[in-house]
């Protein structure tokens, strides 16, 4: 592995900042500007800005750099050969000298006061680890979802491990707490890194472990957060063989680190049966659109409970499309 960083980093400030930004980056040259411009752009000016390239084949080598020349709070790494997310945030981590880390896509954007809010909440409630609300957006389009828009507990939400595998709230709401972008302080992190044998869930693993090590996660109602939803993957379902690799990395994880209290026990075996259940439905999905009807057929009578499932998802796709030819 080799890095190169730009010239640039020698004018960093030697006080140590208050938030250091990874933003780990493969060829997203169309949104890295903008979403830099965004960090840099907070009300906390305080800060250093780590963009890892992995060894991106479109123009983010030459946007980096240029970003590094004309503000000395930018710092450029590119690296080479391309080894996934988890490895170029743990080189910006291992960089990092900041009192609390963020973690910021590429084509992802903040509000401007976002740090300065989230810090403030995390000195309130006392708390290493504070998130906010994500708002989902596609290119051309406004904003059209929360990730806690169906959640009425009563916020700032205090988040246990068990609550965290569970995803679920503590008045029982479905959350997807591992979408979370937290703001987490640096004497909580220490030495702990992202797993860098994962290619999906890396965020949930790293925030689990600090969790399960003592971490209190504090989320807010603000959503601060600005998420890319592209346009190619609207559906956003992950495939079967992504849900298993989540499986197979719960095992993992579960052998390595358990035995577990009870409750916490249970809390991974029913995360690992929705999984499943996910599997079963997008392997049904995959079958049906391939027209392998005995597939599909065989695999209804097994699971019958995904009928109901396939059902609503077949609506909501119509709606999709009468929704595509009414602004058409």
């Known amino acids: 592995m080799q890095s190169d960083e730009s010239e640039g980093n020698a004018m960093l400030p030697s006080a140590r900042p208050a938030v250091s930004v990874i933003m780990a980056n493969y060829n997203g040259s169309k949104h890295l500007a903008d979403a830099v411009g965004?960090?840099?752009?907070?009300?906390?000016?305080?800060?250093?800005?780590?963009?890892?390239?992995?060894?991106?084949?479109?123009?983010?080598?030459?946007?980096?750099?240029?970003?590094?020349?004309?503000?000395?709070?930018?710092?450029?790494?590119?690296?080479?050969?391309?080894?996934?997310?988890?490895?170029?945030?743990?080189?910006?981590?291992?960089?990092?000298q900041g009192e609390w880390i963020a973690i910021v896509d590429a084509d992802d954007l903040i509000t401007p006061d976002r740090f300065e809010r989230l810090m403030e909440a995390a000195e309130k409630a006392d708390v290493d680890v504070v998130a906010d609300d994500l708002l989902y957006f596609v290119d051309g389009a406004q904003p059209h979802a929360r990730l806690l828009q169906h959640v009425t507990s009563a916020l700032p939400l205090f988040v246990t491990a068990e609550m965290f595998v569970r995803g679920r709230s503590s008045a029982g709401e479905s959350v997807?707490?591992?979408?979370?972008?937290?703001?987490?302080?640096?004497?909580?992190?220490?030495?702990?890194?992202?797993?860098?044998?994962l290619t999906i869930g890396e965020d949930y693993d790293l925030l689990l472990r600090l969790l399960l090590e003592g971490g209190d996660l504090c989320v807010v109602r603000e959503a601060m957060y600005r998420y890319r939803r592209h346009s190619k993957s609207l559906s956003h379902r992950l495939s079967a063989p992504a849900l298993r690799a989540m499986i197979a990395s719960q095992d993992r994880f579960v052998a390595h680190n358990g035995p577990f209290a009870t409750s916490l026990a249970a809390a991974?075996?029913?995360?690992?049966?929705?999984?499943?259940?996910?599997?079963?439905?997008?392997?049904?999905?995959?079958?049906?659109?391939?027209?392998?009807?005995?597939?599909?057929?065989?695999?209804?009578?097994?699971?019958?409970?995904?009928?109901?499932?396939?059902?609503?998802s077949f609506a909501e796709g119509l709606t999709r499309r009468l929704r595509g030819k009414v602004a058409g």
């Open 176 to 197: 997807a707490f591992g979408y979370l972008k937290p703001l987490i302080r640096s004497t909580l992190l220490g030495g702990k890194r992202y797993d860098e044998t």
């Open 268 to 312: 991974f075996q029913q995360r690992r049966t929705e999984l499943l259940t996910r599997v079963r439905f997008e392997e049904l999905v995959a079958a049906i659109k391939a027209r392998r009807v005995m597939d599909a057929v065989a695999s209804m009578l097994r699971h019958p409970a995904l009928l109901p499932r396939l059902g609503q």
């Open 38 to 96: 965004s960090v840099l752009a907070q009300t906390v000016d305080d800060i250093e800005v780590i963009i890892v390239d992995d060894a991106s084949t479109d123009e983010s080598g030459e946007i980096i750099r240029l970003l590094a020349a004309t503000d000395a709070r930018v710092r450029a790494v590119l690296l080479t050969p391309n080894g996934g997310p988890a490895r170029a945030r743990n080189r910006g981590l291992d960089l990092a």
